[in-house]
Nanobody, 126 residues
Framework: QVRLVESGGGLVQAGGSLRLSCAASGRTFSTYHMGWFRQAPGKEREFVAAIAWSSSSTYYADSVKGRFTISKDNVENTVYLQMNNLKPEDTAVYYC???????????????????WGQGTQVTVSS
């Protein structure tokens, strides 16, 4: 069992920055791939960014490339999402998810993640 707790959301003006954190329980965090997804009202949960278990690879949605950075601290059992140059269309509830490095499916697909946090609201005003 893995427990994920997101934090760091809030209200920010367009062009501003936020840093989301996702703290994970479990002694095998270093073997997890981690991902960030977001869900706006009335929309499906969509992929934002992911990072491989070893941090050797990162993946981003086209809409956030060059603005968002995902990182993973295997000592602190935490994954981060640094969000810069935020836009109103980034407004959503942001969720982190975890999946085993031995799992199947694409890191881009929410269906391949085993555990989710409760989410943190990000609101970007224009």
């Amino acid at each position: 069992q893995v427990r994920l707790v997101e934090s760091g959301g809030g209200l920010v003006q367009a062009g501003g920055s936020l840093r989301l954190s996702c703290a994970a329980s479990g002694r095998t965090f270093s073997t997890y791939h981690m991902g960030w997804f977001r869900q706006a009202p009335g929309k499906e949960r969509e992929f934002v960014a992911a990072i491989a278990w070893s941090s050797s690879s990162t993946y981003y949605a086209d809409s956030v490339k060059g603005r968002f950075t995902i990182s993973k601290d295997n000592v602190e059992n935490t994954v981060y999402l640094q969000m810069n140059n935020l836009k109103p269309e980034d407004t959503a509830v942001y969720y982190c998810g975890s999946r085993s490095r031995y799992g199947s499916g694409s890191v881009y697909s929410k269906d391949s993640y085993d555990y989710w946090g409760q989410g943190t609201q990000v609101t970007v005003s224009s």
